[in-house]
């Protein structure tokens, strides 16, 4: 699995050209260098297009680690779903609780999944109850590009950037395409787009099935299949015109089921959709970007077989995002730009199947808020430094105003080598579940939003056929909310620190691509080791292109780590392999082998015993599979 590591600082919705300074040129070597073999390689006066951040920036200002992960890199890997895509990237763990569909955790520099910002064209989504968006239904062939962007980003974003920022960028393909795919556990997968482009108005629209009959996931819980299902649709549509500028309208729909081993609810079924309406005009110096969103979240949890008393729950969030920004060019070396920000959730629409007759049915006893961000950015480029500065306000109706900055500074050492260093503060308002959640026992609780402090130092060094970037980082969380008997507080604290390097270079006619990660995460207050959280974690990919073939290996190592009630989980490295091969210039056969060696591992504790505490079933990770697909293009 191959992605292309780009360090850069901003982006927004539209296009920018490298410069062609040296430092830009040896940048762009560097890409090229760290593009999978299949990838064409890229040319010093190719468009880049960014999403991830606020303005529109050259590769060589760059002050932040940004991993892009493009549609050719998604189809080379032949990975299954997006935590398999996510666990190759330097600072990233997944920790899954089964197979395809199951719910995955990620944790960004060791940080939890509601300390990271997930987008969906540059939107926040997922659940207003839990805080985050599960990221194991998001179906591959609805995305073009995926960014990750490591660190706090509050003061672009506001709540939930503590971490870092995960942006999923829906499909724009330019070629219509059928794709079949076979697998292990009765796996199917089928899957097309068909585009259409004028002058003025280009049309993509995507479809796909996936469906697997699953594994059991866990040890002595429920002795079953647990299998996953989704269907899902998707429209893009941008309209181009000289005066007016450009009009995008975005729609994607998915829904399906996943089976789960749980000691409740084994039935999990989700519809979610989101409609997107944006508007690019560039008027001389001056840009505008405005947007407009709707998106609706829905879970229903349930029983395969329930019992006459057993009840389903339905978590449903529905959510109203409009934004706009103007983006400012005084000078080639002075950008600023300046937006706000409104977004309105509501839970009105869920059903909590153990609400009592005198509490609200939702669960929830305040079920809607609102926020307010405003922000501005300033971005300076010279030979002899970089300084890219961002501030943030946020009003939010249940939690008052947060103040949030980031702060970046970049010394070129060489032509070739930056030196940089970012400060940035986040935050997290609480989640509904914490918040409002009708099993809270104390009412009146007052609860502070998490807050964050994040340093990082880093150096980026670029060869014409290499490159080197090593991070120093630190991010103490403030205010974390723990339950304790009197309900949800703010008791607990939490620092992560360690090192992060990602090294790109070709050997003995082989592409590597390796990163290494060393992550202390300790309990403010015990000074433990958090749970789940691996010290240790290597990625090494290394790939070689024949004349119509490309093959390509993986190891994934995670050293020993805790899980629950300190259950020790033993290290274990995982050997990834696939291949790619052009029969001809429309027709390609790809094929993938997950855990060639059949590592047997698990991957945390399902059950206990509720008298003792005593582990009574564990999280199994996946044996081998085998997948195999044709590719037919148009």
Not at 389 to 408: E, G, L
Not at 416 to 442: C, E, M
């Amino acid at each position: 699995m191959h992605f292309t590591h780009y360090y850069l600082y901003g982006g927004y919705k539209g296009d920018i050209m490298l410069n062609k300074s040296t430092l830009g040129l040896a940048v762009t070597a560097a890409l090229a260098a760290l593009s999978t073999p299949s990838v064409q390689a890229t040319q010093p006066t190719e468009t880049i297009v960014i999403t991830a951040s606020k303005i529109a920036q050259p590769i060589s200002d760059v002050l932040a680690s940004v991993e892009i992960i493009d549609r050719q890199a998604i189809e080379s890997s032949v990975a299954r779903d997006l935590p398999t895509l996510l666990q190759g990237i330097g600072g990233v763990d997944v920790v899954r609780k089964g197979g395809l569909g199951q719910n995955s955790s990620i944790f960004i520099r060791g940080a939890a999944s509601s300390h990271s910002l997930v987008l969906v064209d540059g939107v926040r989504v997922g659940s207003g109850s839990t805080g985050y968006k599960s990221l194991s239904t998001v179906p591959l062939n609805a995305i073009e590009r995926i960014e990750v962007i490591k660190g706090s980003r509050a003061a672009w974003y506001g709540s939930d950037a503590l971490a870092g920022v995960i942006n999923i960028i829906t499909r724009k393909s330019s070629q219509s395409a059928v794709t079949v795919t076979a697998g292990s556990n009765n796996y199917r997968n089928a899957q097309a787009t068909i585009t259409s482009e004028t002058d003025a108005l280009s049309l993509s629209f995507n479809a796909g099935y996936e469906k697997t009959d699953g594994f059991d996931v866990s040890t002595d819980l429920s002795l079953d299949r647990d299998g996953y299902e989704n269907k899902n649709a998707g429209l893009n549509a941008e309209f181009r015109q000289e005066a007016l500028g450009t009009i995008k309208a975005v729609a994607q729909f998915s829904q399906g089921y996943v089976q789960y081993d749980s000691s409740g609810d084994d039935l999990q079924e989700f519809d979610k959709y989101q409609l997107s309406l944006a508007w690019d005009k560039n008027a001389g110096n001056i840009s505008h970007q405005a947007q407009l969103n709707v998106s609706q979240d829905q879970e229903l949890n349930t029983k395969e077989q329930p019992q006459s008393w057993d009840k389903p729950s339905n978590y449903q969030t529905d959510r109203q995002q409009i934004s706009y920004q103007a983006t400012y060019q005084h000078s080639q070396a002075l950008t600023i730009a300046a937006g706000l920000d409104y977004h309105h959730e509501d839970l009105s629409k869920s059903v909590n199947a153990w609400a009592g007759a005198d509490q609200p049915a939702s669960g929830f006893t305040d079920e809607t808020r609102h926020n307010l961000g405003a922000y501005a950015g300033a971005y300076y480029n010279t030979d002899e430094f970089i300084v890219n500065a961002a501030v943030r306000r946020d009003d939010n109706s249940d939690f008052d105003v947060n103040n949030t900055y980031n702060i970046s500074l970049g010394l070129p050492l060489t032509e070739d080598a930056v030196l940089r260093f970012t400060q940035g503060s986040g935050f997290k308002a609480p989640s509904f579940n914490n918040a409002s959640s009708i099993w809270i026992t104390t009412p009146d609780l007052n609860l502070l939003p998490e807050e964050s402090l994040n340093r990082e130092l880093g150096l980026a060094w670029y060869l014409t056929h290499a490159s080197l970037d090593i991070a120093l980082f630190r991010n103490d969380i403030d205010n974390l909310i723990q339950w304790t008997a009197n309900g949800p507080e703010n008791v607990a604290q939490a620092q992560f620190e360690g090192l992060e390097l990602s090294a790109s270079f070709d050997l003995f006619t082989l592409d590597h691509q390796l990163n290494f990660t060393y992550l202390k995460a300790t309990d403010g207050v015990t000074d433990t080791q958090l749970i789940l959280r691996p010290k240790r974690s290597i990625n090494w990919d290394i790939s070689k292109q024949f004349e119509h073939t490309n093959i390509g290996l993986g190891f994934s190592y995670r050293s020993d780590r805790s899980s629950y009630y300190h259950t020790p989980l033993t290290s274990y490295t995982l050997v990834n392999l696939s291949l790619n091969h052009e029969i001809n210039d429309n027709l390609k056969v790809n094929a993938r082998v997950d855990n060639l060696t059949d590592k047997q591992y698990f991957s945390g504790v399902a059950a206990t015993d509720w008298l003792t505490g005593d582990i009574t079933s564990h999280y199994i990770g996946a044996e081998r599979q085998f997948y195999v697909g044709l590719d037919y293009r148009f």
